[in-house]
């Protein structure tokens, strides 16, 4: 069974940087074909794709926020990481992690984890 | 980057209706855009995927056609637990998109 589950802080101030952490199970980042992303929602907003990393550690990021993100992996422990600096309050959010599969094309996101939400207020 | 509109933002429809949304693409994306259905305070789950490729576990009463810029996503026979918003997503090109989202209210 395939779940992914967000942990990090509820609560950042403006200006702090915000780290993040998807914890997954039932697959492997190192292999073939295996991508997990970040995406967030402003409350009562709609989805916003943030960053992505494959099992060849290749990363890409939102046009309008890749100054800011950095996204990373470590395949020993199943986790990937999303930072972001600089953090304001239009930055309050519910963070997703979800995977994604290449297959012939990139795929779906085909499971998500329950989300984070992150506050940003001083 | 890629702009994807979904149409209607709202609808409210009564049990045993068919719903219709649409999501239209800035430029022609093949078949790459998936649905998902997002209920109050859950998580996005994968409904139909490259436009009209059913996933397991999800009832035969959602369907998905398109191509190119027009895509439809299809609820036959509403039922009560599928009040929910729907959105597109296109992996066709980098950066990921999204619509804006379409809510669906039970009458």
Known sequence: QVTLRESGPALVKPTQTLTLTCTFSGFSLSTSGMCVSWVRQPPGKALEWLALIDWDDDKYYSTSLKTRLTISKDTSKNQVVLTMTNMDPVDTATYYCARMLIRTTYDAFDIWGQGTMVTVSS | ?107
Do not use: M
């Open chain 2, 1 to 107: 980057e890629i702009v994807l509109t979904q149409s209607p933002d709202f609808q409210s429809v009564t049990p045993k209706e068919k719903v219709t949304i649409t999501c239209r693409a800035s430029q022609s994306i093949g078949s790459s855009l998936h649905w998902y259905q997002q209920k109050p305070d859950q998580s996005p789950k994968l409904l139909i995927k490259y436009a009209s490729q059913s996933i397991s576990g999800v009832p035969s009463r959602f369907s998905g056609s398109g191509s190119g810029t027009d895509f439809t996503l299809t609820i036959n026979s509403l039922e009560a637990e599928d009040a929910a918003t729907y959105y597109c997503h296109q992996s066709s090109s980098l950066p990921w998109t999204f619509g804006q989202g379409t809510k669906v209210e039970i009458k």
